[in-house]
């Protein structure tokens, strides 16, 4: 499933409209600890979190994610946005909590990570 599909399924928009929705989801993960998000990413992850900091960025460009997607309509800051873009991640907000964005990717075939 393309991040543009994911988007879609979890009725949400784009807080990164000039990153390229087309990368590969080949897992899905639900994680606000960064330091455990640091040992279990993988490329091409679609992340789960309420976390909106630069540390997010890094750490999702870091293991070439897919995307992040931000639950129940959270807003990412904007220098946190702009570091996304510069990095080609895309960065999504839903209204949806973490918790139905998960349950709509198992239930589209999204594995969990590993």
């Given amino acids: ?20 929705e087309d990368k590969e989801v080949t897992c899905g993960y639900a994680c606000d600890l960064l330091s455990w998000v640091m040992a279990h990413g993988e490329e091409g992850m679609a992340w789960v979190t309420v976390q909106t900091h630069l540390n997010v960025v890094a750490v999702a460009a870091l293991a070439e994610m897919a995307c992040v997607i931000l639950p129940e309509d ?12 510069s990095e080609g991640l895309c960065v ?23």
Avoid: Q, W
Wanted: proline share 4%; hydrophobic share 45%; charged share 25%.
């Fill in 74 to 85: 959270v807003v990412m800051e904007e220098d946190s946005l702009t570091k996304a873009a």
């Fill in 1 to 20: 499933m393309k991040v543009s599909e994911l988007k879609d399924m979890i009725e949400a928009r784009s807080l990164t409209p000039d990153v390229a």
């Fill in 92 to 114: 999504l907000t839903s209204r949806l909590t973490a918790f139905e964005i998960c349950g709509r990717m198992a239930g589209a075939g999204v594995p969990a990570h590993g």
